[in-house]
């Protein structure tokens, strides 16, 4: 995908929330909580692994105002962080973005394993 047809490279100026010198904020789309979050390097690359130092300290500077903000918007009772990183992994815009994704007691009728439902085969770990 070029930088031409990237969803992210051509994001209307209503959309961003915040803008940095190298990353921006806006709310997910297709958010799967209230606030759904995604923090995006300005630059088109599409590994977290590519990022700079710059972009990778501007990320998580980011990734902290938007906690901030969604707390005092939302009041999530937690969050889930998660970056999918290449298509073996479930990415499907090939440009880098971390999810920041909300909480909320009861949203789901068991939480426990988070991220770890991403193989729901080896999700439950714990005995009952």
Same mark, same amino acid.
């Given at each position: ?6 969803? #992210?490279?051509?994001?209307? $100026? &209503? !959309?961003?929330?915040? @803008?940095?010198?190298? *990353? ?24 977290? #692994?590519?990022?700079?130092? $710059? &972009? !990778?300290?501007?990320? @998580?500077?980011?990734? *902290? ?64």
């Amino acid at each position: 995908m070029s930088e031409v047809s990237c969803p #992210f490279c051509a994001l209307p $100026a &209503e !959309r961003i929330l915040i @803008f940095a010198d190298e *990353a921006l904020m806006i709310r997910d789309a297709f958010p799967v909580s209230p606030g759904h979050t995604l923090v995006i390097p300005r630059r088109h690359i599409g590994s977290f #692994f590519e990022l700079s130092d $710059a &972009e !990778r300290t501007c990320m @998580f500077e980011l990734l *902290a105002q938007a906690k901030a903000e969604l707390d005092l918007s939302f009041q999530p009772d937690g969050f889930n962080i998660g970056i999918n990183d290449g298509a073996a992994a479930g990415q499907t815009v090939p440009h880098l973005h971390l999810h920041l994704i909300p909480r909320y007691l009861g949203d789901v009728p068991d939480p426990r394993g988070g991220v770890r439902w991403v193989m729901p085969g080896k999700a439950k770990y714990w005995v009952e």
